[in-house]
């Protein structure tokens, strides 16, 4: 790994976190006598940081909060656990393993997130220790899964060309672990490996990250055209695929991606990444450490905001961040490679792979695995995972791909399927099964509006719309984040909606069907009456005056209804 001497760049002292990081030995803190405290469900706000890096975020549920509050309790804490899949991959054992622990530490969910990880919620302090311990069981982890380091690297999972997949998701497992933190504080916190004593606090720990890490979270996700499933330009490092005769010739190299900002803020802005060059398939691990050693030692720590890989590309330009990579390197990237994007959704349904296994993917509305009354989601996929000899593939569109199922298999996995009334999304319109939305209320704490349990509320009434204007089987990319740090990815929504308030959103037109282009604010700070009006005048514009085979975002820009954008540095303007 390179050499970790840090020469930090920002616009004044350092933010509390980095504080934070800089006292914590390495991601242990106080995390260890936190965890034994009985008298609060909740930790404190150093600790709850680091806990971060151990893949957990501490929670409250909100629609408690009042109440609780009257009734001098203090909030109703719990913990978010997010547990990595590199490339989305998880064995029919690992399946099993994630429905008993939510079930039996959790709230009897799952929540599969834009970024093929397993998302868990409603864990109490006391039970964090039992659920890891048995994550781990399972050769999974949460390490690294949130914090200011490499998070879960994604990769296209679509079946359809599976040879190139799995040599693809190789590369994101091989990433993945070579770009893991490797302090020893995850195993002595969460499995009770015996502390070196007097281990000094020295660079050898963490030869890469140092000890102070990233100034913020990382991305890195590798995508197969045409599929640009994983949204590769939302990423710090987008990886795509060049093939040749079927063969993975290697990578084109895109920097500076990311979806967040803050509202009211231009200073902050969603940014597409910008393609940069060419390596080979033996030089990708290379290029990535070094690039996230470029924004471990130019990124903002000043402020956190400001403090992503964007920013300090935009800073300084794309000239400047080739020529330290090359420095660096040793060596050159090569030009780019032509390369051809068709759409970033995913395929449902049954598919034979090139591997003569089948592949079924599953249409899961908003990424959550539960059992309804009408609707035995949870039950029907772990009876599935009893059975299922291949594996599970996660999307980065909150769906789940029931892979490499033997001939012999696919008539079991059929029987269930049908006797759980499972669904790849056939009776929904295409609207709906191009549609993604985040958590949001009630766990998320940055959460101003509703996403997850409201989306599908406005799609039924959207449906209407699409219906009646003829576009049932259209399909548009419409995504829906409460809050603007953008989890679902909403800026790369052809209809996008951001949270402002309860029951208020900014709405965005505009975005590149196959996520090579940002939207633009059309309205802001609406409600469902003024949504509804705003996109049932489009659509039926839409379908009237469309343009063979033009999609909603080109056609919203062709009408002058928004200007198109490229750079995030133009989404306010």
């Known amino acids: 790994m390179a050499n970790s001497k840090i020469v930090p760049t920002q616009d004044g002292p350092p933010s509390d976190v ?108 006391w039970n964090m220790k039992k659920n890891i311990r048995e994550i781990n069981d399972a050769l999974m982890d949460t390490l690294a899964a949130c914090g200011d380091v490499n998070r879960n690297v994604m990769a296209n999972p679509n079946p359809y060309q599976s040879e190139v997949h799995l040599e693809v998701y190789e590369w994101a497992r091989k990433l993945s672990d070579y770009l893991s ?166 395929r449902y349904g049954w598919v034979k792979g090139s591997n003569n296994r089948w592949h079924f993917t599953l249409f899961i509305q908003n990424g959550r695995i539960i059992d309804s009354e009408d609707y035995l989601l949870m039950t029907g996929l772990r009876e599935i995972a009893k059975i299922h000899t291949g594996d599970f593939r996660l999307t980065p569109n909150q769906n789940v791909v029931i892979a490499n199922v033997t001939s012999h298999k696919k008539r079991k996995i059929v029987e269930l399927i049908e006797k759980y009334g499972l669904t790849d999304g056939e009776h929904y319109s295409a609207l709906r099964r191009n549609s993604m939305a985040c958590v949001a209320f009630p766990t998320c704490g940055l959460a101003m509006a509703e996403a997850e349990r409201y989306l599908p509320a406005l799609l039924e009434k959207l449906e209407s719309v699409v219906d009646e204007a003829g576009l049932h089987e259209e399909e548009i990319v419409i995504r829906m984040s409460g809050c603007p740090n953008g989890c679902s990815r909403p800026s790369l929504g052809e209809i996008g909606f951001i949270g402002k308030a309860p029951g208020k959103y900014n709405m965005y037109l505009g975005a590149g069907f196959s996520g090579d282009r940002l939207n633009k604010l059309y309205r802001e700070n609406i409600g469902e009456e003024e949504i509804l009006e705003s996109l049932r005048s489009l659509l039926f514009q839409y379908a009237k005056e469309r343009q063979e085979s033009e999609h909603f975002g080109n056609f919203v820009i062709r009408t002058g209804h928004v200007k198109e954008v490229h750079s995030g540095t133009d989404f306010h303007e």
């Open 18 to 125: 980095e504080r934070i990081k800089r006292e914590s030995r390495y991601l242990r803190g106080s995390l260890s006598e936190t965890l034994e405290d009985r008298i609060s469900a909740g930790i404190p706000d150093d600790d709850n940081r680091l806990m971060k890096f151990h893949g957990s975020y501490l929670q409250d549920d909100r629609d408690l909060r009042n109440e609780r509050r009257q009734q001098k309790l203090e909030p109703a804490y719990q913990f978010m656990v997010r547990v990595r899949a590199p490339g989305g991959v998880a064995t029919p054992e690992q399946w099993l393993t994630m429905d008993d622990v939510a079930n039996k530490y959790g709230n009897g969910t799952l929540k599969l997130t834009t970024r093929q990880a397993f998302q868990m919620h409603g864990i109490l302090k």
């Open 181 to 346: 933190p490797r302090t020893r504080a995850y195993h002595e916190i969460w499995l009770d490996e015996e502390k070196v004593a007097g281990t000094p606090q020295t660079e050898e720990e963490e030869p890469m990250y140092g000890p102070l890490y990233l100034p913020r979270k990382f991305k890195i996700g590798m995508a197969v055209p045409p599929s640009n499933d994983v949204d590769v330009f939302s990423q710090d490092i987008g990886l795509i695929a060049i093939l040749e005769d079927n063969q993975l010739k290697g990578f084109n190299v895109a920097v500076g991606g990311g979806m967040g900002m803050t509202h009211g803020d231009e200073s902050t802005y969603p940014q597409l990444g910008r393609v940069i060059g060419f390596c080979s398939p033996n030089e990708v691990v290379d290029v990535c450490e070094k690039l996230i050693t470029i924004q471990r030692d130019y990124g903002n720590r000043s402020v956190r905001k400001n403090a992503r890989f964007k920013y300090t590309i935009d800073a300084r330009g794309l000239d400047w961040v080739k020529g330290e990579l090359h420095e660096r390197l040793g060596w050159e990237l090569e030009e780019a490679r032509s390369y051809h994007f068709e759409h970033n959704g995913d």
